[in-house]
């Protein structure tokens, strides 16, 4: 069993930060990418931003330049780093890892629960 647990949502004014915090637990074999998505009421989920286990990012042009994706490979975590927040990013933000299993060795992606990150104007 794994499970991707989220913290560190809330409401906060536009121009603020927020930092989104994510770790996996369970029967890990290892962890590939990682990843934060979002998704608007009515609409499909989007990515927001994605890291490699070597450290390669990937990010939403809508965030570029305003947000940081960072892990941990020692701790199975991965962090969201939101700065300068506007409006337009009041979401529900959802952590995503690919993740080995230690008792199949198959790979699947893994979802957490959500967060709900509201920017006030």
């Known amino acids: 069993q794994v499970q991707l647990v989220e913290s560190g949502g809330g409401l906060v004014q536009a121009g603020g930060s927020l930092r989104l915090s994510c770790a996996a637990s369970?029967?890990?074999?290892?962890?590939?990418?990682m990843g934060w998505y979002r998704q608007f009421p009515g609409k499909q989920r989007e990515l927001v931003a994605s890291?490699?286990?070597?450290?390669?990012?990937n990010y939403a042009d809508s965030v570029k330049d305003r947000f940081t994706i960072s892990r941990d490979n020692a701790l199975n975590t991965v962090d969201l780093q939101m700065n300068s927040l506007k409006p337009e990013d009041t979401a529900v933000y959802y952590c995503?890892?690919?993740?080995?299993?230690?008792?199949?060795?198959?790979?699947?992606?893994?979802w957490g629960r959500g967060t709900q990150v509201t920017v006030s104007s």
């Open positions: 369970g029967s890990i074999f290892s962890i590939n990418a």
């Open positions: 995503n890892a690919f993740i080995v299993s230690r008792i199949t060795r198959g790979l699947r992606d893994y």
């Open positions: 890291i490699t286990n070597g450290g390669s990012t």
